[in-house]
T-cell receptor
Framework: DAKTTQPNSMESNEEEPVHLPCNHS???????IHWYRQLPSQGPEYVIH???SNVNNRMASLAIAEDRKSSTLILHRATLRDAAVYYCILRDDTGTASKLTFGTGTRLQVTL | GAGVSQSPRYKVAKRGQDVALRCDPI?????LFWYQQALGQGPEFLTY????????KSGLPSDRFFAERPEGSVSTLKIQRTQQEDSAVYLCASSPRGSWGRRTVSYEQYFGPGTRLTVT
């Protein structure tokens, strides 16, 4: 699986936008970009995924660079409940097993 | 709710004991995954089931680890002769679709809360 690189931690003020970067320079053409987050003492939770085009859902937006070597997860208005570890994951969705390969993620702190 | 449930939530075992961890996936979900998460690390894949078939067990760390899903729903992860290095959170995830032939249909995975195993 291609590797992703994320900052270890980031801080944000509540109600401000947060941009969480992810580098994946070795991404292959069949790799989807997935984002999950893990709140304290909980299992990971799906956030969003995309292939080439930018994606929006009720939780977040995903901006994908034109060369697909990087992406950014955007939380439009951070709240205290968004404090979590955010994982950027590449997954080849043409294989026979769709396991997720997590890195160490970015720990997001949200302050008042 | 009708999410993924795991039991027990916490398990303390003495070194050398056998443990069994249970996962109840979301009803109707074809795929089931087990992951192991050490403190401060991201989850690591252990094994994958599509219905009752175990299609990938490449992540199981040793032959002391065994997983089954005999009827294609509930799954059990068993660890024999537990060691201190087995201490971790064990996460189960399910997904509504699996693979057909050489093509995988991609759906998100829904995780349970995990079982925290402490081996003393």
């Amino acid at each position: 699986d291609a590797k992703t690189t994320q900052p270890n931690s980031m801080e944000s003020n509540e109600e401000e936008p947060v941009h969480l970067p992810c580098n994946h320079s070795t991404i292959s053409g069949t790799d989807y970009i997935h984002w999950y987050r893990q709140l304290p003492s909980q299992g990971p939770e799906y956030v969003i995924h995309g292939l080439t085009s930018n994606v929006n859902n009720r939780m977040a937006s995903l901006a994908i660079a034109e060369d697909r070597k990087s992406s950014t997860l955007i939380l439009h208005r951070a709240t205290l409940r968004d404090a979590a570890v955010y994982y950027c994951i590449l997954r080849d969705d043409t294989g026979t097993a769709s396991k997720l390969t997590f890195g160490t993620g970015t720990r997001l702190q949200v302050t008042l | 709710g009708a999410g993924v449930s795991q039991s027990p939530r916490y398990k303390v075992a003495k070194r050398g004991q056998d443990v069994a961890l249970r996962c109840d996936p979301i009803s109707g979900h074809v795929s089931l995954f087990w992951y192991q998460q050490a403190l401060g690390q991201g989850p690591e894949f252990l094994t994958y089931f599509q219905n009752e078939a175990q299609l990938d067990k490449s992540g199981l760390p040793s032959d002391r680890f065994f997983a089954e899903r005999p009827e294609g729903s509930v799954s059990t992860l068993k660890i024999q002769r537990t060691q201190q290095e087995d201490s971790a959170v064990y996460l189960c995830a399910s997904s509504p679709r699996g693979s057909w032939g050489r093509r995988t249909v991609s759906y998100e995975q829904y995780f349970g809360p995990g079982t925290r195993l402490t081996v003393t």
